[in-house]
T-cell receptor, first 111, second 114 residues
């Protein structure tokens, strides 16, 4: 199984850019990297997914270096509502064999 | 389009009782899965299904059974509840079109076993 390692917690202030890095040393060739966001008492919600280089959508950017052994989720100008747990997940395209959630990163955004 | 729905939202059981957690999705996704989340922990995969009639075990399958008779439904059965099964249970379905692997999660079922 492709295990992931993330910081347990991060603190930020409103308006700042937040970068959360995840390491996944055993990522397989066909695996994608996906980030989810979870608020208390809710199920995780998809944020962004990538395979290599850089992916950007309306809420975040995902940076993946050439060796793909790590990835960085970038949240621009965070707000209080971005306070949540963020999970990095390595997902196999063809099945669940590499599907592993770590403990996630608790991001606390303060005024 | 309701997405992924789960019932009940809350449940209290006594040790040894059995029950079924219901999960349904209306997105015609082939892949569905069940996770449990314990306090301060990430999600752990219990069972998953890659299509009707096909199921497989995840990381923590003991004490749970699943079946997949239709694309829409994926119930999780607790055969004889134990306090160690006190947890929040999430069902998810997975989109795999065009290379995407996006999972959609339900709102969860909070289970307490006394």
């Amino acid at each position: 199984l492709a295990k992931t390692t993330q910081p347990i917690s991060m603190d930020s202030y409103e308006g700042q850019e937040v970068n959360i890095t995840c390491s996944h040393n055993n990522i397989a060739t066909n695996d994608y990297i996906t980030w989810y966001q979870q608020f208390p008492s809710q199920g995780p919600r998809f944020i962004i997914q990538g395979y290599k280089t850089k992916v950007t959508n309306e809420v975040a950017s995902l940076f993946i270096p050439a060796d793909r052994k790590s990835s960085t989720l970038s949240l621009p100008r965070v707000s209080l509502s971005d306070t949540a747990v963020y999970y990095c997940l390595v997902e196999g395209y063809s099945g669940y064999s590499t599907l592993t959630f770590g403990k996630g990163t608790m991001l606390l955004v303060s005024p | 389009n309701a997405g992924v729905t789960q019932t009940p939202k809350f449940q209290v059981l006594k040790t040894g009782q059995s029950m079924t957690l219901q999960c349904a999705q209306d997105m015609n996704h082939e892949y569905m899965s069940w996770y449990r989340q314990d306090p301060g922990m990430g999600l752990r995969l219990i069972h998953y299904s890659v299509g009707a009639g096909i199921t497989d075990q995840g990381e923590v399958p003991n004490g749970y059974n699943v079946s997949r008779s239709t694309t829409e439904d994926f119930p999780l059965r607790l055969l004889s509840a134990a306090p160690s099964q006190t947890s929040v249970y999430f069902c998810a379905s997975r989109e795999t079109s065009g290379g995407a692997n996006t999972q959609y999660f339900g709102p969860g079922t909070r289970l307490t076993v006394l």
